[in-house]
């Protein structure tokens, strides 16, 4: 499989462009900002995207979505406890001195569960605690955690919908992935569950 990691907007934001070698087909996790820039690649790679994956609400992981689906017409998956949030004024975007008017997703997702998009096989994992409907998306020994897990540490749990007690849980379901799962998350750099396993204090 090959990951292209994009970071978009104002806060840094990771959009993936995960396709397998071959194919002419994308999957396109949390385009946050800067379409021209995602589709450049999206151009480059020749892979149209399948659909959109959202690990969650936030107006940075949201605000290309709108023009992506517009150009591809693919559907957009966001767990049904975000799906309000995506849609108006609370995704946060009002903190940040943003204006997200908000997108509408075609696919809820309900629990955990698996989504069969073209030749990919995902497995969606409900992970709360950043928000009531993050999800964390895995497949092929890759794990796109949004603002769940990160990176030696993990997501705010201050926000409307945050719960630290959740956060705890979630982390602890992901952490019973295999230990060279990769781990891709919403901001900063790739780990591995083994490593965060060692390493994470909020592990
Ligand atoms: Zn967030
Ligand atoms: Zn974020």
Redesign the pocket.
Known sequence: MIVKRVSVGP?A?NCYIVFREGSSGSLIIDP?DEFEKIDSIINACGVAPQAILLT?G?F??IMAVGAIKNKYNCPVYIHEDDFRMASSGGNISYYFGENSLGIIADKIIYGDCILDISDYKIKAIHTPGHTKGSVSYYFDGMLFS??TLFLLSC?RTDFPGGSMGAMRQSLEKLMTLPLDTIVYP??GDESTIGFEKENNPYV
């Open positions: 806060l934001e946050g969650h936030h940075d992981h949004g603002d997501g919403g901001h």
